[in-house]
């Protein structure tokens, strides 16, 4: 009996590719397969589990780990991509920051669908493949030169990587045990104080041409 039980669990678990297999399910499984775990925490067996299949059909669908791992992250990129240049450069800016903000953070906090790799997952294996490093750095860029546009040209020079790296810095938060509404009110703060710098900044500079003229 034990024989035939073994063989029933063995059979149910579907071989090859699956007939159904949904080419844009399945990348978005994988990409939380590497947020839960990591890319070394991530084994084969972890995302022929989640994916429905077998390991000659994985790397035939999307390659080695390694490749899944890039390509996850250059999913992630478009996406981010997308969100921040559809932030708005017309609105106040207190309400233009709190929307880049919400747009840098979309798969960091625990509701989301289709967790967020990153800046987190991503940052720990920088250091050992320069193809990582340099994903990372492209998300890096694009998250500060949408700040800049944010921001206006009235904004000091430091303005953008200031709010480019409070939105890294805050999906670290949200992706880390402490709690959301301790890192919203934080940013909340460091928002408040950005604004009041730019308004502040761009208050002077426009006396002082005014004064010139």
Same mark, same amino acid.
């Given at each position: 009996?034990t024989?035939?039980?073994?063989?029933q669990?063995?059979?149910?678990?579907?071989r090859?590719?699956?007939?159904?297999?949904?080419?844009?399910?399945?990348?978005?499984?994988?990409?939380a397969?590497f947020?839960?775990?990591?890319?070394?925490?991530?084994?084969?067996?972890d995302?022929?589990?989640?994916?429905?299949?077998?390991?000659?059909?994985?790397?035939?669908?999307?390659?080695?780990?390694?490749?899944?791992?890039?390509?996850?992250?250059?999913?992630?990129?478009?996406?981010?991509?997308?969100?921040?240049?559809?932030?708005?450069?017309?609105a106040p800016?207190?309400?233009?920051?709190?929307?880049?903000?919400e747009a840098?953070?979309?798969?960091?906090?625990?509701?989301?669908?289709?967790?967020?790799?990153?800046?987190?997952?991503?940052?720990?294996?920088t250091?050992?493949?320069?193809?990582?490093?340099?994903?990372?750095?492209?998300?890096?860029?694009?998250?500060? &030169?949408?700040?800049?546009?944010?921001?206006?040209?009235?904004?000091?020079?430091?303005?953008?990587?200031?709010?480019?790296?409070?939105?890294?810095?805050?999906?670290?938060?949200?992706r880390?045990?402490?709690?959301?509404l301790?890192?919203?009110?934080?940013?909340a703060?460091? &928002?408040?104080?950005?604004?009041?710098?730019?308004?502040a900044?761009?208050?002077?500079?426009?006396?002082?041409?005014?004064?010139?003229?």
């Open positions: 009996m024989s035939a039980v073994g063989t669990q063995k059979s149910a678990r579907p090859g590719r699956p007939r159904n297999l949904d080419s844009a399910v399945m990348p978005s499984t994988i990409r397969c947020a839960r775990k990591g890319f070394s925490g991530t084994s084969i067996e995302l022929s589990e989640a994916t429905g299949l077998g390991t000659p059909s994985l790397y035939n669908a999307f390659g080695d780990k390694r490749q899944m791992f890039l390509k996850s992250l250059d999913l992630e990129y478009e996406d981010v991509v997308s969100r921040l240049r559809s932030v708005t450069t017309e800016l207190a309400d233009r920051l709190r929307a880049y903000l840098a953070t979309v798969g960091y906090r625990e509701y989301d669908p289709i967790p967020g790799i990153a800046f987190g997952a991503a940052l720990a294996d250091s050992d493949d320069p193809e990582v490093a340099r994903r990372v750095r492209d998300f890096s860029t694009e998250l500060e &030169l949408v700040a800049a546009d944010v921001l206006g040209p009235d904004a000091p020079s430091s303005s953008a990587g200031l709010l480019s790296t409070l939105a890294t810095g805050l999906c670290l938060r949200l880390s045990c402490a709690s959301s301790g890192s919203l009110e934080h940013a703060s460091s &928002l408040l104080a950005l604004t009041k710098t730019v308004d900044t761009g208050d002077a500079r426009r006396t002082s041409v005014g004064a010139a003229a």
